[in-house]
Nanobody, 126 residues
Framework: QVKLVESGGGLVQAGGSLRLSCAAS????????MGWFRQAPGKEREFVAA????????YYADSIKGRFTISRDDAKNTVYLQMNSLKPEDTALYYC???????????????????WGQGTQVTVSS
């Protein structure tokens, strides 16, 4: 079955950086778009970034544009989220996700994503 496992979260000071990883297994990784979402306590799940199955297209939430970069390494079946200039408001549980359909175009609509990881916690101190 499809499995997504996030890693790389932690505690960092404001202005610092972290790189999240999401390792995928269970199907041909290169055929599927990938996305990152986050959820802070008491808040709704929020789209962060997405990358197309080919890697040619990336999409970002306005709140993180210019600070975060999504990328993928199909040889390693892994998608990354490089987070720079972190702010306390970036504190959340970060999830990676992937749609059911091969070569589908998905962006910020969470309901288009079928598979989700367990999440990795990012905490940014002020």
């Amino acid at each position: 079955q499809v499995k997504l496992v996030e890693s790389g979260g932690g505690l960092v000071q404001a202005g610092g950086s972290l790189r999240l990883s999401c390792a995928a297994s269970g199907r041909t990784f290169s055929n599927y778009a990938m996305g990152w979402f986050r959820q802070a306590p008491g808040k709704e799940r929020e789209f962060v970034a997405a990358i197309s199955w080919s890697g040619a297209n990336t999409y970002y939430a306005d709140s993180i544009k210019g600070r975060f970069t999504i990328s993928r390494d199909d040889a390693k079946n892994t998608v990354y989220l490089q987070m720079n200039s972190l702010k306390p408001e970036d504190t959340a549980l970060y999830y990676c996700a992937s749609p059911h359909e091969s070569r589908a175009t998905v962006r910020q609509a969470w309901y288009r994503y079928e598979y989700w990881g367990q999440g990795t916690q990012v905490t940014v101190s002020s």
